[in-house]
């Protein structure tokens, strides 16, 4: 069945950086957008951009331009999520979604990032 | 960057009645809405695209309306698993934004 299945939970201290991967299956990977959506313990969604698994273009979020990459590797069907500097603010799950026309119809489960000294 | 505001940010209803959420923009996003439901620990699930398109899967109860700056999501009759949060989001302006969310919760 069509799935995207995200790596695990982390912990990552002030100032470093964290890679998330998002494993899609189930469907032709080159044929959708993978979004990346981000939610704070208790708080809404937020958007953070999207990339193209053919081109590797990607669409980011002014917020998270400069500190975020997001890149995709087509031989395994998989696209990462790179986030640099993290703070407690990046204390969040982060979750891929395929979109169709950017309504976003599959998610992952989720990867909890926790930041902590 | 297009600003969608939820309301009411709490309903508390029972099973079997009408619930009416809605989401505002701040400027035009066309028919551009969609409409997402979260449990609690899971990632949300697509409801309504493009203002009143059901997902795949979604029970008919589910109803999506309106246009412009305007959007209602309507349950016509509560389920016991409808109790959730729900969340629109917009597709029409980059970036991509979502609403404060509307916990709908029993009462």
């Known amino acids: 069945q069509v799935q995207l299945v995200q790596s695990g939970a982390e912990v990552k201290k002030p100032g470093a950086s964290v890679k998330v991967s998002c494993k899609a299956s189930?469907?032709?990977?080159?044929?959708?957008?993978i979004h990346w959506v981000r939610q704070a313990p208790g708080q809404g969604l937020e958007w953070m951009g999207r990339?193209?698994?053919?081109?590797?273009?990607?669409n980011i979020a002014q917020r998270f331009q400069g500190r975020v990459t997001m890149t995709s590797d087509t031989s395994i069907t998989t696209v990462y999520l790179d986030v640099r500097g993290l703070t407690s603010d990046d204390t969040v799950v982060y979750y891929c979604?395929?979109?169709?026309?950017?309504?976003?119809?599959?998610w992952g489960q989720g990867s909890l990032v926790t930041v902590s000294s | 960057e297009i600003v969608l505001t939820q309301s009411p940010a709490t309903l508390s209803l029972s099973p079997g009645e009408r619930a009416t959420l809605s989401c505002r923009a701040n400027?035009?996003?066309?028919?551009?809405l969609a409409w997402y439901q979260q449990k609690p620990g899971l990632a949300p699930r697509l409801l309504i695209y493009?203002?009143?398109y059901r997902a795949t899967g979604i029970p008919a109860r589910f109803s999506g309306s309106g246009s412009g700056t305007d959007f209602t999501l309507t349950i016509s009759s509560l389920e016991p698993e409808d109790f959730a949060v729900y969340y629109c989001?917009?597709?029409?302006?980059?970036?991509?934004?979502f609403g404060g969310g509307t916990k709908v919760e029993i009462k």
């Open positions: 189930g469907y032709s990977f080159t044929g959708y957008y």
């Open positions: 990339v193209n698994p053919i081109s590797g273009a990607t």
């Open positions: 979604a395929r979109s169709s026309g950017d309504s976003l119809d599959v």
């Open positions: 493009d203002s009143y």
């Open positions: 989001q917009q597709r029409s302006n980059w970036p991509n934004t």
């Open positions: 400027e035009s996003i066309s028919f551009y």
